[in-house]
């Protein structure tokens, strides 16, 4: 279905809706990845463009097909000064510490099968749907865009022990805005209830290996040189997931888990030992042949299967 829009803004969904079958034996397609990756790499998607819209109405149909109540949540975006502003601790969560106007907005798109409960406690599975101004981010982010989405579809009628919560960020690629926005909101009670999050960005490419990233107690790779990922950056989520996975373990990024790392809970990030940028530098065409579905969709399975054992 279409979403009406004014300006930046897209409606939230009322309705739930059911075209699969109510089981848990939807399985990871490889057909399904391939196909949301070569969609959002057709356009630059950064924040307040045409393809960024275009993208969530993408993201946001998907999900009412499967059967999720969506809710978007919109934000503000303030001018920032510049990388300092994101990764500096003290000021992390204050998004407009210079209190100018607003210079647009943006929206996260959060999503909650039939099946939720309120009692239970929650993973949170994330991706940002943003991307620069110069790229169509085919490896940053379509693919974790397109992981998210797999998961949500083969987890839709999901009625576990735990609560599988597919969230996708605005405003990443501005400087996390979207997940910090997200993490402000959370009250007391829905803090207590998050088991931890899986966040994808940036993976998949043919000649690279997949990871998991695991912030240390001070932050990002960033915040915390020289870089160097040991055993007291593990959490109770990279242990357990890592039983699952048996990858590489390296240090936490700037992505869109470390808000929620900075709060407290247990995050990581399935990424690419080493992004390689210049995918989303090249034909389009190119840059999606250079993609390793294979090990985009094994990953994926795993980590289904891990959310539905837990």
């Known amino acids: 279905m279409l979403i009406i829009y004014s300006q930046m803004s897209i409606q939230n969904s009322n309705a739930f809706k059911n075209k699969y079958n109510s089981n848990n034996n939807l399985v990871i397609n490889i057909n399904e990845i391939s196909s949301t990756i070569n969609y959002l790499s057709r356009s630059v998607r950064n924040s307040q463009s045409k393809g960024n819209l275009n993208a969530a109405n993408f993201i946001k149909d998907k999900l009412d097909d499967y059967g999720y109540e969506v809710d978007i949540e919109k934000f503000n975006i303030y001018k920032r000064k510049g990388i300092d502003d994101e990764v500096n601790r003290e000021n992390f969560f204050n998004l407009n510490a210079d ?25 949170y599975v994330t991706a940002h749907f943003d991307t620069t101004s110069d790229t169509t981010g085919i490896i940053d982010n379509a693919t974790g865009v397109a992981v998210v989405l797999e998961l949500a579809r083969t987890l839709q009628n999901n009625n576990g022990e735990i609560n599988i919560m597919p969230i996708f960020f605005g405003a990443e690629e501005l400087g996390l805005i979207g997940s910090r926005n997200f993490t402000l909101q959370l009250s007391d009670d829905e803090k207590e209830k998050i088991l931890g999050c899986i966040n994808f960005d940036m993976l998949g490419d043919i000649n690279g290996e997949i990871s998991m990233h695991i912030h240390s107690k001070e ?13 007291e950056n593990d959490n109770e989520l990279s242990v357990m997931l890592n039983e699952e996975l048996n990858i590489k373990k390296s240090i936490g990024y700037l992505t869109d888990d470390l808000p929620l790392h900075y709060i407290g809970i247990p995050t990581i990030t399935i990424m690419d030992e080493h992004p390689n940028h210049e995918i989303d530098y090249i034909d389009v065409d190119k840059g999606l042949s250079l993609l390793d579905l294979n090990r985009i969709t094994a990953i994926t399975d795993k980590i289904r299967t891990f959310l539905i054992n837990y």
């Open 99 to 123: 209190n100018l106007s607003p210079i647009g907005n943006s929206f996260n798109i959060i999503a909650k099968n039939r099946f939720f409960d309120v009692n239970k406690k929650i993973i």
């Open 219 to 231: 932050g990002s790779k960033i915040l915390d040189p020289p870089y160097i990922y040991n055993n």
